[in-house]
T-cell receptor, first 112, second 113 residues
Framework: QQQVKQSPQSLIVQKGGISIINCAYENTAFDYFPWYQQFPGKGPALLIAIRPDVSEKKEGRFTISFNKSAKQFSLHIMDSQPGDSATYFCAARKTSYGKLTFGQGTILTVHP | GAGVSQSPSNKVTEKGKDVELRCDPISGHTALYWYRQSLGQGLEFLIYFQGNSAPDKSGLPSDRFSAERTGESVSTLTIQRTQQEDSAVYLC???????????FGDGTRLSIL
């Protein structure tokens, strides 16, 4: 059972544009939602994370929007840069238990 | 370095052979996780160690897969009688405690011929 669904599978954006990646979850026990960035040949690196007590969290050019009633959350990358080209994964877990459930990933390409 | 270290970085082996993958977590991290990433797929949970508690093995795909951890240090993932469908990148992560962010190694790319 896929508990976290991510879309789109791939995304092409022009430099300076906004990249938006969406995720939906099923398990209402999840209460921690991180986003990971992965470059080819490297392990995923934590980018930003949110808990459901807030609807939005911003760190630099990266913003997570969270809709608890819809069980959806999204990553917005403002002023996208070619260096942002990577695969992005959303994930979810219960705070009290470490195991992460990942989305399928989105390959982001930012054209100069 | 101070990050999670995995070895080998690449492993090519013949179908039917056993393989052992190693993970050195960040010093002091009590929780350790193994995930598998198949081509074009997300990360699939395999097993989770937290301190002295019994490991959560619920993600292991078959009894050919096993893992051990020595105290709060090194972990090894063993795959017996490898099959072609075992080809994937095996990623290890560690966290200070189970409710803290997970830090990933760069993985072992396993290819079964």
């Amino acid at each position: 059972q896929q508990q976290v669904k991510q879309s789109p599978q791939s995304l092409i954006v022009q430099k300076g544009g906004i990249s938006i990646i969406n995720c939906a979850y099923e398990n209402t026990a999840f209460d921690y939602f991180p986003w990971y960035q992965q470059f080819p040949g490297k392990g995923p690196a934590l980018l930003i994370a949110i808990r459901p007590d807030v609807s939005e969290k911003k760190e630099g050019r990266f913003t997570i929007s969270f809709n608890k009633s819809a069980k959806q959350f999204s990553l917005h990358i403002m002023d996208s840069q070619p260096g942002d080209s990577a695969t992005y994964f959303c994930a979810a877990r219960k705070t009290s238990y470490g195991k992460l459930t990942f989305g399928q990933g989105t390959i982001l390409t930012v054209h100069p | 370095g101070a990050g999670v270290s995995q070895s080998p970085s690449n492993k090519v082996t013949e179908k039917g052979k056993d393989v052992e993958l190693r993970c050195d977590p960040i010093s002091g991290h009590t929780a350790l996780y193994w995930y598998r990433q198949s081509l074009g797929q997300g990360l699939e949970f395999l097993i989770y160690f937290q301190g002295n508690s019994a490991p959560d093995k619920s993600g292991l795909p078959s009894d050919r897969f096993s893992a051990e951890r020595t105290g709060e240090s090194v972990s090894t993932l063993t795959i017996q009688r490898t099959q072609q469908e075992d080809s994937a990148v095996y990623l290890c992560a560690s966290s200070l405690k189970d409710n803290q962010p997970q830090h990933f190694g760069d993985g072992t790319r396993l290819s079964i011929l």
